[in-house]
């Protein structure tokens, strides 16, 4: 296997963020070429079957999503879209300009981004957290400091993968960075990136934590120049 490339991320424009613009920073930087190709999804019909649902959304268009119809008789109808159907690849739904025969089967081959952003805010609140653990620190997710982003950043990234491998049984196969990876060998391969990953997020931690060292307020300790052979210590 190909030696993983270090990512190097900068801090966005040296000034504090909260929370919330750090994980679209993040999903930004280092989750762009991050998505799922799913296969031969069945998906579920409304009851006027003209409208069918997908059990992921966040579609890509490009390439376009690959729908099939198939009738009673198991002859399969490959279907394009505005000749007959629109797509709202936002919640994952094709419409059919009319409606479908009960008994037909709608298939969907797509590709989509599996984490959403609400699901990108919790996971960087709880990469927060966990830095914060590590470098003995509180990190204030209304205001954090330009030092403390790409160690954020960095344990977003194995926090993300380790919920697709949670969910990978589902998955046709993913792309991270680019680099299409098959269901068959998700879990090894993820494992590998988030191992990669955590060697340079452990760099991260022993810098900040002797920047933390240097920081901490310590206790002052006063001499008293009067003190002499014959006090005690009452």
């Known amino acids: 296997m190909p030696t993983l490339p270090i990512v190097f991320l900068t801090p966005i424009t040296g000034v504090n963020v909260n929370v919330n613009n750090l994980a679209m920073y993040c999903k930004s930087t280092i989750?762009?070429?991050?998505?799922v190709r799913i296969a031969d999804?069945?998906?579920?019909?409304?009851?006027a079957r003209t409208v069918y649902s997908s059990k992921y959304h966040n579609w890509l268009l490009v390439p376009d999503p690959m729908i099939v119809v198939i009738n009673s008789l198991g002859i399969q109808t490959l279907k394009y879209k505005t000749t007959?159907?629109?797509i709202n690849d936002?919640?994952?739904t094709?419409?059919?300009?009319?409606p479908?025969?009960?008994?037909d089967i709608v298939r969907a081959s797509y590709y989509y981004l599996p984490i959403s952003d609400t699901q990108m805010i919790n996971l960087t609140r709880k990469s927060l957290v966990e830095i914060s653990v590590l470098i003995f620190r509180k990190i204030d997710?209304?205001?954090i400091p330009p030092?403390?982003?790409v160690a954020i950043c960095k344990r977003l990234y194995t926090n993300v993968l380790k919920v697709l491998i949670l969910e990978a049984r589902d998955y046709f196969s993913v792309s991270v960075g680019g680099r299409m990876i098959s269901k068959t060998n998700i879990v090894t391969q993820f494992t590998t990136i988030i191992e990669e990953n955590e060697k340079q997020l452990q760099e991260e931690i022993n810098i900040l934590r002797t920047f933390n060292k240097t920081n901490r307020i310590l206790p002052t300790i006063e001499v008293d120049k009067n003190i002499n052979s014959n006090s005690k210590i009452s």
């Open 31 to 35: 989750f762009t070429y991050l998505y």
């Open 41 to 47: 999804e069945e998906l579920r019909p409304n009851q």
């Open 84 to 86: 007959d159907y629109i």
């Open 90 to 92: 936002v919640d994952g």
């Open 94 to 98: 094709i419409t059919f300009w009319t």
């Open 100 to 103: 479908l025969a009960s008994t």
């Open 141 to 143: 997710e209304n205001s």
């Open 147 to 149: 030092d403390y982003q």
